[in-house]
């Protein structure tokens, strides 16, 4: 049984205040980096996942392939990314983290976990892993969502 138009709309509205909420917590939080905003989370995080060609990780963190490629030449102007040759071929390079990109991420984690354990302080383990779990049913979903728009868009 699929959710109805009613209840979909309610979890639009639901999502779009959590986003709201988190933009402006973002603005409030303590920085990891004096020079860093925290918009630049998602991209070295995903560095630290794997790393990857900037064109690889543009389609990792959702944004234009000119928009990440400057903010890895940012990145690597500070000192916590470098480009390495990609094994599988010496005419493209891999994005990868230094010690201290290691190190940001790390503090990062530790902070964001943290502070996520004390917004949640009066959940259960049980509210946090469902909703871990919903979350990513819902980035699985909207992923899908993507690629379908994509491929119309590109067939047009």
């Known amino acids: 049984m699929s959710v109805d138009i009613d ?9 779009s205040r959590v ?8 603005v409030c939080v303590p920085r990891f980096h004096e020079s860093l905003e925290p918009s630049a989370h998602p991209l070295l ?5 794997e790393p990857a060609r900037v064109t690889d990780l543009a389609d990792r963190v ?7 490629s400057r903010q890895v030449r940012h990145l690597e102007s500070l000192g916590l990314v470098t480009k390495v040759p990609d094994p599988d071929d010496g005419r493209a390079s891999l994005v990868t983290l230094t010690a201290e990109g290691s190190d940001l991420v790390a503090r990062v ?3 964001r976990g943290q502070w996520m354990a004390d917004v949640l302080s009066d959940w259960t ?11 990513n049913h819902l980035a699985e979903s909207l992923r899908s969502e993507l690629d379908s728009l994509t491929s119309a868009k590109e067939n047009r």
């Open 62 to 68: 959702h944004t234009d392939v000119s928009v990440v």
């Open 45 to 49: 995080f995903a560095v630290h996942d």
């Open 7 to 15: 209840q979909s709309a309610r979890l639009v509205v639901d999502l």
């Open 109 to 111: 984690f530790d902070g």
């Open 125 to 135: 383990p049980e509210q946090a892993a469902s909703l871990g779990e919903s979350l």
């Open 19 to 26: 986003v709201k909420l988190l933009r402006a917590v973002n």
